[in-house]
């Protein structure tokens, strides 16, 4: 397996009153054992499309062929999606360098500098458009549903800059859009700007979610975009799939045992934090990836737990003290990755002129590996539960995995809590409101014009 799960750290025989009891993680484990049956049937008959993405091979072909139709000659390729039409993408990406001081290299033909415009703010995407060649400039547009509003503001801030640069006849070669294939009598407005100006389409499965689509192309395009070897992260998320499709017992399939440990420690030690603590740069969107998922899936009829991103061990030194000696609230997930040895040594006479006399010879992998070990301890002592996920290389192929382990742990602690992971009812009433007043604003325009 790419990855190695531990919750010892989150159970009363090791950290006290806060950790769950044996009895209580068995308890949920049972009762995750129909939900299992349930997935594995599912997987069976198709119905859970995205247990069988990791398996997809034709959409791959396809991604690779319009993001090299689309790049040539290009030197930015522009990302515009939000929620779980970018956090994905970005988490993939980022493993690939985007976002990575030094790694993230300027754009050239073969591979044109990456930008993600996830957040609408008017003044970041009006100095956007200003500052980009938009004749060497490409976008990709990202949006399940094809209305959300963000999006549509974004792609229709860049066709109207395009055509006012002179290059309307070009639009098709500069766009392409990734949205669910049409259906009578359901609007889609990024599918008809698209079929108006002939910019290529992708499409998105309407069976899976934005925040479960970072393995379809919604992924692979970013993906691509910097160069991964996106069949071994495929494999990599084949490889949970298989746990869940040979396990015999909840208790050896470690999204069930998250799942249990998390729903576990809310309910019985209002344990209702949950921080996702990478320690790797290549990891801080995956953070991000997480709360959206966990979030979302789940906040829900008055359940759900609150998400905290993080990362190592920068966030040693902004947020550990809460964890350590704030309210019993947190459980706290360590990602680590083998690091000893990695990185530029310590010369011993400048660890000595800095009075750091162990820091010498030290790899700075090495100290972040000791941080790695010191951190679940230290929480161990303070009785606060913490569980550890270790990796032996942050590759492909581990990402997957990752990212599946996250996606069914989500979908089970859903079944324990007795909401629908899929679905996100509430949201829908910000955009009711969203778009009253932006139809009240219209009016008010109207009323301040000129009779004529």
């Not at 910019?199 to 993906?223: C, K, M, Q, W, Y």
């Not at 070990?373 to 590759?395: C, F, K, N, S």
């Not at 192929?397 to 007795?418: K, V, Y």
Request: charged content about 20%; some cysteine.
């Amino acid at each position: 397996m790419p990855l190695k799960q531990s919750v010892e750290g989150c159970l009363d025989s090791t950290v006290g009153s806060l950790g769950l009891p044996q009895g209580s993680l068995d308890k949920n484990l049972d009762k995750l054992e129909a939900r299992l049956v349930a997935l594995r049937e599912a997987h069976a008959k198709g119905t859970l499309p995205l247990l069988r993405v990791p398996k997809w091979r034709d959409d791959i072909e396809a991604a690779r062929t319009s993001l090299k139709k689309l790049t040539h000659g290009a030197r930015t390729l522009v990302f515009f999606g939000t929620g779980g039409s970018s956090l994905g993408g970005q988490t993939l990406a980022q493993l690939g360098g985007w976002g990575i001081p030094g790694d993230d290299k300027h754009g050239s033909e073969e591979r044109p500098r990456t930008r993600f415009y996830d957040n609408l703010d008017a003044r970041t995407l009006d100095l956007a458009l200003a500052g980009l060649d938009l004749k060497t400039a490409r976008f990709v547009v990202i949006s399940k549903s094809g209305g959300t509003p963000e999006t549509l503001v974004q792609i229709a801030a860049a066709l109207d800059a395009g055509r006012k640069a002179g290059l309307e006849t070009r639009i098709p070669e500069l766009f392409l859009a990734v949205t669910e294939p049409a259906v009578k009598g359901k609007p889609n407005g990024l599918r008809a700007l698209c079929q108006h100006f002939s910019i290529p389409v992708l499409d998105h499965d309407p069976n899976i979610g934005g925040r479960f689509s970072g393995l379809t192309n919604v992924g692979l395009l970013p993906a691509l975009a910097r160069g991964l070897d996106v069949v071994a992260l495929r494999e990599g998320a084949q490889s949970i799939i298989d746990a869940l499709l040979n396990t015999r017992s909840a208790c050896d399939f470690a999204p069930a045992v998250g799942a249990a440990v998390a729903i576990g420690l809310a309910g019985e030690r209002g344990v209702r934090a949950n921080v996702m603590l990478p320690y790797s740069d290549r990891l801080s969107r995956f953070a991000a990836w997480y709360v959206q998922l966990w979030a979302e899936s789940l906040g829900k009829h008055g359940e759900g737990t609150t998400p905290v991103a993080a990362l190592g061990p920068v966030d040693q030194h902004s947020q550990l003290q809460l964890y350590l000696d704030g309210a019993p609230q947190h459980f706290i997930t360590v990602i680590r990755e083998d690091c000893v040895g990695r990185g530029p040594r310590v010369a011993p006479d400048l660890a000595k002129l800095a009075h750091a006399e162990y820091l010498a010879g030290q790899a700075a992998g090495d100290l972040v590996a000791a941080q790695q070990r010191a951190i679940p301890e230290a929480l161990i002592g303070a009785g606060r539960p913490v569980r550890t996920i270790d990796l032996e290389v942050l590759d492909e192929r581990s990402l997957g995995a990752l990212m599946m382990h996250f996606m069914l742990e989500t979908i089970l602690a859903a079944h324990l809590l007795g909401v629908d992971p899929f679905d996100q009812p509430a949201v829908e009433s910000g955009k009711v409101l969203t778009r009253r007043y932006l139809a009240g604003a219209e009016a008010r325009h109207g009323d301040t014009r000129a009779p004529a």
